[in-house]
């Protein structure tokens, strides 16, 4: 058995990825692959209209949030948010907790002005910033809640009286929170919910309309929001396999039951790199992600030989982004405990020999 650990596209649930094989060859005994049937179709309708109510139960939704899933990966989102948000006069407030906060804010820029409140620079974003003021006139106030590359997450989502968003590309559906505090969510698929390609979007329909550029019609939210997500051909097998996984994710226990298995993964990894005098984690305790653990070597030289070591034991995608070095282990939902364990267990053993 193989450990996937990859920071995405990352490990899905085996019963998945076997439904979704079975799906392209044959759709429901239809004859049919799920890849050549119109979108248009009531097959592809039910499916559309099932992810969408997963999404809304799973995330608790009151009747204000629209669920949308739409092209592009979440860096398409870097630049939708700000077009129908934001007005070229006016300020959106964003915090900088690294790579995919910066790349947001380069896109809101081209649309109007950006106030950064907070940023994690200054630590190398290995924190989250604490103390820090959103101005109550800004367009919206915009943060990452979980940091891919770096390993941090907002273990406490900030009140604000201006509309919140978040990217939550790489722990949607991971642990509870007050999804409507949120007036927009965006995630691409390819951590949590399925193949890369599409974005789930959550929107607050009463924060839309407020700006007066005009806005390309494939890029209105309001659009997509008219025509129930189909407002032209859909992603159709990214979205029928989120629609696998959030049924996973439901027949599970829904969200409150997979963060208690995150949070048992987690706690297990953490504990070995905080005992194992070879490990130091990279991030301060209270602002570790749940979703991305990120540490290093005490003598980096060892490093290669570590990497080659799990490689032994078939563990795959644990080094760390470019710009972080050492390693990262990406603990989404489908990962199961027992690959925690291995990974935990053969860091013991490294240290054995080489500590
Ligand atoms: N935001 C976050 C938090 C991410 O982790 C990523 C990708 N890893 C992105 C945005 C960009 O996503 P995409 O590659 O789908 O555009």
Same mark, same amino acid.
């Given at each position: 058995m193989v450990h996937n650990f990859n920071a995405g596209p990352s490990i899905l649930p085996k019963e998945v990825f076997q439904q979704a094989a079975e799906a392209v060859l044959n759709y429901n005994n239809s004859g049919l692959s799920i890849l050549e049937i119109?979108?248009?179709?009531a097959t592809f309708q039910a499916v559309m209209d099932e992810v969408r109510a997963l999404v809304r139960e799973l995330m608790l939704l009151d009747d204000q949030h629209e669920v949308l899933f739409l092209h592009g990966g979440a860096s398409t989102q870097f630049m939708q948010v700000p077009m129908n948000l934001l007005d070229e006069k006016e300020t959106a407030a964003y915090a900088d907790t690294g790579v995919w906060g910066i790349k947001a804010i380069k896109e809101a820029k081209l649309f109007g002005k950006v106030e950064v409140v907070c940023s994690g620079k200054e630590s190398n974003y290995t924190i989250i910033p604490k103390d820090f003021a959103v101005p109550n006139d800004a367009a919206y106030f915009h943060i990452t809640t979980n940091n891919t590359i770096y390993g941090s997450q907002w273990q406490k989502i900030p009140n604000t009286s201006i509309p919140l968003v978040g990217?939550?590309?790489?722990?949607?559906?991971?642990r509870v929170i007050d999804f409507n505090s949120f007036d927009l969510i965006y995630a691409g698929a390819q951590k949590n919910m399925g193949p890369a390609g599409v974005n789930l979007v959550v929107v &607050?329909?009463?924060?839309?309309?407020?700006?007066k550029r005009a806005i390309p019609t494939i890029m209105d939210y309001r659009n997509h929001i008219k025509e129930g997500s189909?407002?032209?051909?859909?992603?159709v097998f990214a979205v029928y396999v989120c629609m696998l996984t959030l049924r996973w994710l439901k027949a599970l226990g829904g969200v409150a039951a997979v963060e208690k298995l995150n949070q048992a993964k987690a706690a297990c990894l953490y504990k070995e790199i905080d005992e194992n005098p070879l490990f130091t984690g990279t991030v301060i305790k209270e602002d570790r992600s749940n979703m991305n653990v990120c540490f290093v070597m005490n003598d980096p030289s060892l490093e290669e030989t570590f990497l080659s070591f799990t490689k032994e034991r078939n563990i795959v995608g644990i080094k760390g982004h470019r710009l972080v070095g050492g390693f990262r282990a990406s603990l989404y &939902?489908?990962?199961?405990l027992s690959s925690v364990d291995v990974l935990v267990n053969t860091m013991k053993e490294f240290a054995l020999t080489h500590a």
């Open positions: 119109g979108h248009r179709t990217d939550m590309s790489s722990d949607i559906f991971s &607050n329909k009463n924060i839309l309309g407020k700006i189909m407002m032209n051909t859909p992603p &939902n489908a990962l199961p």
